[in-house]
């Protein structure tokens, strides 16, 4: 038995060299895609693996993002306590929106994601003293790395600058974020998901308690998407309602189909090749939407597995060719 | 208490917006209803309708009922595309999950809006009303445009007219039939490929039709068709996805929240919509004159 590539271990520390090999502009795209891949890969538990779709995914990202944003710019509250509150208030907004949710099926259960995330919105866009309103809420300031001034002189580990810092810290926090995720989702838990999704009623009669999974993943789900929201937050130099709006839910739905859904990392695949491709067609053109609207034809149409699903398809060619 | 002339306005802008709601709405419920597909791009083809009604009104000579000529040609190229990408891309996805179907017509709706700004660009269209509407009368001390009267009544009569066509007519037969057994109603010999085609026409023509009318009154501008598809969507769930007398419950109750709300709670009668969709969905998913599906 031949062990397999850690090819997880291998990308993060590639991603590490980053800032060290490339330019500034590089940093913030991969940092960019390291919180997207987060952000996909919790709605890829609930699409992918629970097979539950939800169209208002964006509302726990917005939900972390504005406390992470608050907290940090209006109370001063360090980023240690600021990033955690980021993921608790984003799953207790997901337990209660969640425990009416998954007592409904397919279609319904999409439209009550949806009116909850418009919910979401509604507040964060009108309730000026809080949340700044339409205008969201710019500055929102970096966690504090002033203490690793002292190892300013160490190659290597000293003398970057807070941007990149920050870059470096994104890259820890996803990487143990997906680390978990991946350990939940490999778990027994993680596979009655799996069974929940290819026969609801089977596990219903195998003596699992449906609604309580789909909840339970449901939280999970929404955490993880409030602690990729909270780093967005920062990384964006500010909040906006716009977080929260239901095309932000299609848009993660997006990168997760391109991905491909049926697999771990492909949503995090999706994130960095939907964000590169973004940055490449920008240049010719403004007109993005209309590329993607016509990659995501092409996908549904001819790759419904996404990049990961066909990237799959070509290595069984390759490496498994078919017996006479 | 606010007085009574002004809670009459108020109502009655409630339910000038409703009929706008319905018009977009009941395109949406009647694809849902007959091909189980909430169709994302329902606002963007009410959008093209206020796009094309301004050019129409660009190109045509100006003569009495121009607006008129210039709302149906709109209603009639919206059906037309929309019977184009029902033929060509759509029913394909049929029998897949829901997920790729939303998904498919989200891509649209990416697709055609960017088109609609490559076309006519970022700058705000707008349309005068008609000149025999300009008007306005004053009922109770509350003065209202000619133009919105037009609304109150051209509403429930389109309404009326759909209901007549999907209860009393043969293809609306053929559409109900649709609607509860697809197989039965092929195997009986009917063509349901092209019912599916004509339901998408007609709802796509509702859409375009309320895109049209509506740009009178509203700015013609990018965004409006992702902005109104949630509107339109709260209105049939609450009134019940799929049921024609529900979208228009719905649009009422819709008009006189948001309304209403605005009189009382001005900063959050918006939330106020979007959490009477939640409690219809959480209490009665069907929606209010829904049914059940199997």
Known sequence: MTKRMPWGLLVLLAAFFVPAAGSRFYTFLANDVAIWALFATSLNLLVGYTGLVSFGHAAYFGLGAYTTGLLMKKLAVPFVLAFPAAGLLAGAFALVFGFFCVRLTRIYFA???LAFAQIVWAICFKWNEVTGGEQGMPEIPYPDFGWLDRFASVPLVGGWRTAEYFYFLTLILVALCLWALRRIAGSPFGRLLTTIRENAERAEFIGVNVRRYELAAFVLAGA?????GGLFGIFNRGVFPDFAYWTKSSEVLIMTLLGGMGTFYGPAIGALALILLNQQITAYTEYWPFV????????LFVFPGGLAGAAQLIAQRVWRPRRA | MPDPSFVFAQSVSGLTAAMFLFLIASGLSLIFGVLRVLNFAHGTFYMLGAYCAYQFMVWLEP???KFWLAALAAGLVVAALGGLVERLLFRHLYGKEELYQLLFTYALVLILSDAAKMIWGTQQKSVSRPPELTGAFSVFGAIIPDYNLLILVLGPAIALTVWYVLQRTRVGRFIRAAALDRETLGALGVNVNALYTWVFVMASFLGGLGGALISPMRATVPGMDTEVIVEAFVVVVIGGLGSFWGTFLG????????????LFFPR??????????????IVRPWGLLGRPLK
């Open chain 1, 111 to 113: 439209m009550l994601t």
């Open chain 2, 268 to 281: 959050f009668s918006i939330f106020a919509v979007f959490a009477l969709m939640a409690a219809v969905l």
């Open chain 1, 224 to 228: 993880f998407a409030g602690l990729a």
């Open chain 2, 63 to 65: 003569g009495p009922g």
């Open chain 1, 292 to 299: 993607l609207g016509s990659i995501l034809v092409i996908l």
């Open chain 2, 251 to 262: 649009a009422l109750i819709y008009g006189q929240v948001l309304s209403f709300g605005i």
